[in-house]
Structure formats: structure tokens, C-alpha cells
């Protein structure tokens, strides 16, 4: 079962088996752990990222962010 389980997170984590895999259930185990932490980093990222990314552009849209330009006209309500 233990193989499995390590057969699937290596293959679902699109690692592979390159030239040095673990041999031990403990380094294999490790692998396991680093392979999940590592995705799971990678997602808080992107997922703090996206967030930052939507907050400024509905703020931008809402007209909530400051102009801070000079030598323009801004016409309110134009369209």
C-alpha cells in the first residue's frame, strides 16, 4: 500500500523517478513531505498574488485609487 501511496503523489506531482529516488520507506516519506509542502507554498503564492491583483484592479474600477499624474485633464463621466 505504502508503495502506492508513493507511486501516486510522485506521479501526480509530475516529479518522476529521475536518477536518485529514495530507497528508504523514511526517505520516501521525506519526499512525500517536501513534494506536498513545496506545491502548497507555490499555491499560497499564486493565490496571494491573484488576490493582490484582483484588490488593486477592483479599486481601480470603483475609482477608489488616486490620480497622482500631472499635465492631465480628467473628464468625469464623459462616456
Known amino acids: 500500500v505504502f508503495e502506492g501511496v508513493w507511486w501516486a503523489v510522485i506521479t501526480v506531482a509530475t516529479v518522476g523517478y529521475g536518477d536518485y529516488v529514495p530507497q528508504t520507506p523514511f ?36 475609482g477608489k485609487v488616486a490620480f497622482k499624474g500631472k499635465g492631465h485633464v480628467i473628464l468625469i463621466g464623459w462616456n
Open 27 to 62: 526517505g520516501q516519506i521525506a519526499g512525500m513531505v517536501l513534494v506536498l509542502s513545496g506545491a502548497s507554498f507555490v499555491t499560497a503564492y499564486f493565490a496571494t498574488l491573484s488576490s493582490a491583483v484582483f484588490s488593486k484592479q477592483h479599486r481601480y474600477v470603483e
